[in-house]
């Protein structure tokens, strides 16, 4: 069905991450420092996000947030140096994971940089951060740099509860499967759409490459990645997303490939 436009759940992660990489290309003085720029600061986050619950998140750096190596407590297992960790207790995940003070509030497993944890208050945070450098929501942020652009029809974000008063950045995005496909589609061609650079190139190849930010596990920049071949059959290149309910989009760039694989439980189509 074209025209359905599903919750995709932790698939609306890699539009955040990629929010992010256009914002640094957009505005590169704000992040001197790359990806190392340390962010958990009152310039980088809105004033609820303090004062620190735990001194070490001062040291969490940009690259972290996208990699989840933060050391935010997430889902067990963990992983260090591709050894699974359990987790005791586990972060909030899911739509609690996206409520301000539950992501604010989300504490440390270990030292930023030292495992990595799948932590979708983590990513909520990122969009947090853009919305508090742009000030305005990451919706409409993302309806101007991409939606508008890549000509997407109907869309929106899932995860209406009155609980979660912003964008959900750690997931939720829902839009129509030729949309999902034109966002694949702009990954593979390294950012570009038509004669119009959206997103960095160099980002669009760190979300698709190992990153040094992770020596933990294959997920990059908010995407999951196979450099090491752990998918056996599978091309070195490709990377992908996917999301709760079975959902999934894939990039292939050495076979000129994108695929989206809709899923979904039924309250994810209402």
Not at 174 to 199: K, P, S
Request: glycine letters at 14%.
């Amino acid at each position: 069905s074209r025209e359905a436009t599903p919750n995709t759940a932790s698939c609306g992660k890699a539009f955040t991450s990629i929010a992010v990489g256009i914002l640094m290309g957009e505005r590169p003085e704000l992040f001197p420092e790359g990806l190392d720029q340390k962010i958990y600061t009152p310039q980088y986050l809105p004033a609820e996000a303090f004062p620190l619950g735990d001194p070490a998140k001062a040291e969490i750096r940009l690259g972290q947030l996208l990699a989840m190596t933060s050391g935010l407590r997430g889902n067990s297992p963990g992983y260090v140096r591709g050894r699974p960790v359990e987790i005791q207790p586990p972060g909030p995940d899911g739509w609690p994971a996206m409520v301000d003070p539950n992501a604010f509030g989300t504490g440390l497993w270990c030292k930023p940089g030292e495992g990595y944890s799948y932590a979708t208050a983590g990513v909520h945070l990122l969009s947090a951060m853009v919305r508090h450098l742009t000030r305005r929501e990451l919706e409409p942020y993302l309806a101007e740099k991409l939606a508008r652009p890549l000509g997407w029809g109907r869309w929106g974000f899932g995860y209406l509860r009155p609980e979660i008063t912003h964008t959900p950045g750690g997931g939720g995005i829902a839009l129509r499967a030729t949309d999902m496909l034109r966002f694949a589609y702009l990954l593979l061609r390294g950012g570009r759409w038509g004669e119009r650079q959206i997103v960095p190139e160099a980002f669009v190849h760190q979300c698709g490459s190992a990153t040094s930010y992770n020596p933990h596990y294959p997920y990059s920049l908010q995407f999951h990645v196979n450099a090491d071949g752990h998918v056996k059959g599978a091309p070195r290149d490709a990377f992908w997303k996917g999301g709760s309910g079975g959902h999934c989009f894939y990039v292939v760039p050495s076979l000129d490939l994108v695929v989206w694989k809709i899923g979904g439980r039924d309250e994810q189509y209402s």
